[in-house]
């Protein structure tokens, strides 16, 4: 399948700080999903993002596709609690029949 | 309905024992995976099926052999387990396989091999 490196696997906030996540892949991708998996629970999609340059916004989640498609990022505003978990992208391979998962980035927010 | 149904949430197995674990969708979906997660990994793929049809396999021993007996129900059957397949296994379904859409995932049955 595709494969996507993400950056940073772990990350420590305080709540109320500001938190990234970022996918980076060496091909073009012709599109890119978010999951978050809660602690003991399963992914849950939370976007796609299909154009290049794309920006999507859901309350506090910024997400981005690069103008070349080839790296996307999960921006959250003012972390709180309810964020913890982690977070995957994931990519489908050219015949968009493979979707392969990036290694996550496990957030933590100290209350 | 718009969730996938996993069962059992926990199994406790032998290496001699033969089980199966159940995924159970309403939704309408064509397409429906089983991926395998390890703790603290991201899932990966083992099988998909399109419109009941095994469509990949992704080199996935024999010990573990899925089945597909109509549009809302996946099966995974399994025999003659190892220690190192325990894992949290999760079912997922798509609208229709190769359409891009978002995957919804089951919460996964915890299968620990002893």
């Known amino acids: 399948g595709q494969q996507v490196m993400q950056i940073p696997q772990y990350q420590h906030v305080q709540e109320g700080e500001d938190f990234t996540t970022y996918c980076n892949s060496s091909t073009t991708l012709s599109n890119i999903q978010w999951y978050k998996q809660r602690p003991g629970g399963h992914p849950v999609f939370l976007i796609q993002?299909?154009?290049?340059?794309e920006v999507k916004k859901q309350k506090r989640l910024t997400f981005q596709f690069g103008e070349a498609k080839k790296n996307s990022s999960l921006h959250i505003t003012a972390t709180q609690t309810t964020d913890v978990g982690t977070y995957f992208c994931a990519v489908n391979n050219n015949a968009g029949n493979m979707l392969t998962f990036g290694g996550g980035t496990r957030l933590m927010v100290k209350p | 309905d718009t969730e996938v149904t996993q069962t059992p949430k926990h199994l406790v197995m032998g290496m001699t024992n033969k089980k199966s674990l159940k995924c159970e969708q309403h939704?309408?979906?064509?397409?429906m995976y089983w991926y395998k997660q390890k703790a603290k990994k991201p899932p990966e793929l083992m099988f998909v099926?399109?419109?009941?049809?095994?469509?990949i396999n992704e080199s996935v021993p024999s010990r573990f052999s899925p089945e597909c007996p109509n549009s809302s129900l996946l099966n995974l059957h399994l025999h003659a387990l190892q220690p190192e397949d325990s894992a949290l296994y999760l079912c997922a379904s798509s609208q229709v396989w190769g359409d891009n859409y978002g995957y919804t995932f089951g919460s996964g049955t915890r299968l620990t091999v002893v």
């Open positions: 099926y399109s419109y009941e049809k095994l469509s």
């Open positions: 993002l299909v154009k290049s340059g």
């Open positions: 939704m309408g979906h064509r397409a």
